[in-house]
């Protein structure tokens, strides 16, 4: 058996900004993380306070993008808004982020080992599929959406109709570019929406969050783009460039509006794994890398002991982003949520934006 003062599970950025300020605060940290180079699903918008995390780690904005994103335009029906971003905000591929992250973690002195795969948790030991189980004084939990055997979210979270996550790629096109170019689009329809905003490659990144239900009643997930394309002639022209038999990359049961309330001494949940924000409130990165952070410097103040305080503050400064995004999230995925933003003026998308950003 291995053992470790801090061990970091999943490399995503809650993974790679704990890792980054622990190194930095003088705890060499071990992260370990399964895919060398994964794209995982969504999570591609970095909002304003988001990019200013980044460059607080020492990562320079625009090795990620160099594009912002400076309005949004919000489609329901036949009807649509539009209103600026209160500052700029960018998009970029999870591959891009998280391997620029984890570079920087390992120029920090932190230990980044990738192609691991940890197989359940038994109290603060990883317990991998392959070589030694890994033992730590503390364990920073950062593997996202996907739960880990041993700690896994309660099912209850999920609710009675669950939500999946829904991604495909649009491939460079010119057309789209200019029509995209410095925005992010969201299109709501009956127990669902769509995020699409470019990335640095000059692809699309197309995200859904569709209950069950409604994927349900479309057969298959081909079936539902299908049939959404039909339904909204917006989001139809998006998607008519997807090539056919592209790959639809799907994660069921994400269990919105959940946070972790509670604690034990050595275990810090970050990301995902301590709360998580309906997608449309574009603040899923911002949680990731604040909780990092906030975590490590926790652990080097207090020590593995500071885990179960540091978890239950979390979660109290996740309450009113979280409560505000899952208020936005229930009006757009109603019925009626074009005929609700046809009242919506622009200032409030603005208003809504900034409240459901984590505080400082």
């Known amino acids: 058996m291995r053992r470790t003062a801090a061990l970091i599970v999943g490399g995503g950025p809650a993974g790679a900004a704990a890792a980054i300020r622990l190194a930095r605060g003088g705890t060499r940290a071990l992260l370990v993380e399964r895919q060398a180079a994964a794209d995982a699903?969504?999570?591609?918008?970095?909002?304003?306070?988001?990019?200013?995390?980044?460059?607080?780690?020492?990562?320079?904005?625009?090795?990620?993008?160099?594009d912002r994103l400076t309005r949004v335009t919000i489609v329901a029906g036949g009807c649509e808004r539009e209103a600026a971003l209160p500052r700029p905000a960018l998009g970029v591929s999870r591959r891009?982020?998280?391997?620029?992250?984890?570079?920087?973690?390992?120029?920090?002195?932190?230990?980044?080992?990738?192609?691991?795969?940890?197989?359940?948790?038994?109290?603060?030991?990883?317990?991998?599929?392959?070589?030694?189980?890994?033992?730590?004084?503390?364990?920073?939990?950062?593997?996202?959406?996907?739960?880990?055997?041993?700690?896994?979210?309660?099912?209850?979270?999920?609710?009675?109709?669950?939500?999946?996550?829904?991604?495909?790629?649009?491939?460079?096109?010119?057309?789209?570019?200019?029509?995209?170019?410095?925005?992010?689009?969201?299109?709501?329809?009956?127990?669902?929406?769509?995020?699409?905003?470019l990335q640095e490659d000059g692809s699309a990144n197309v995200c859904m969050a569709?209950?069950?239900?409604?994927?349900?009643?479309?057969?298959?997930?081909?079936?539902?783009?299908?049939?959404?394309?039909?339904?909204?002639?917006?989001?139809?022209?998006?998607?008519?460039?997807?090539?056919?038999?592209?790959?639809?990359?799907?994660?069921?049961?994400?269990?919105?509006?959940?946070?972790?309330?509670?604690?034990?001494?050595g275990l810090f949940r970050l990301g995902d794994q301590a709360g998580v924000i309906p997608s449309l409130a574009g603040e899923g990165m911002g949680i990731a890398l604040a909780s990092g952070v906030a975590a490590a410097e926790a652990y080097l103040r207090g020590g593995p002991d500071?885990?179960?305080?540091?978890?239950?503050?979390?979660?109290?400064?996740?309450?009113?982003?979280?409560?505000?995004?899952?208020l936005v999230r229930r009006l757009a995925e109603g019925r009626w949520s074009a005929g609700a933003l046809r009242w919506l003026p622009p200032g409030l998308i603005q208003v809504v934006a900034l409240a459901t950003r984590m505080t400082q």
């Open 210 to 265: 569709v209950h069950r239900s409604r994927l349900q009643a479309a057969g298959s997930p081909a079936g539902l783009l299908d049939q959404l394309g039909r339904e909204l002639p917006r989001l139809g022209e998006r998607l008519a460039r997807l090539a056919p038999g592209a790959p639809i990359d799907a994660i069921a049961n994400v269990p919105y509006g959940w946070r972790q309330q509670g604690g034990s001494a």
């Open 41 to 66: 699903l969504c999570g591609g918008f970095v909002s304003w306070r988001t990019i200013d995390r980044i460059a607080a780690l020492g990562v320079d904005p625009d090795t990620l993008n160099r």
């Open 306 to 326: 500071a885990a179960a305080a540091w978890q239950h503050d979390f979660a109290a400064r996740l309450a009113r982003p979280m409560a505000v995004a899952g």
């Open 96 to 197: 891009r982020l998280d391997t620029v992250l984890r570079d920087a973690a390992s120029a920090a002195g932190a230990e980044v080992e990738t192609g691991v795969t940890v197989r359940s948790i038994d109290g603060l030991t990883a317990q991998l599929a392959e070589g030694p189980d890994i033992a730590a004084d503390a364990l920073f939990l950062a593997s996202g959406k996907h739960d880990v055997r041993g700690l896994a979210r309660p099912a209850t979270a999920r609710g009675r109709d669950p939500t999946l996550g829904l991604r495909v790629r649009l491939a460079a096109d010119p057309e789209m570019a200019r029509a995209l170019a410095g925005r992010i689009e969201l299109h709501l329809f009956d127990r669902g929406y769509a995020g699409i905003a």
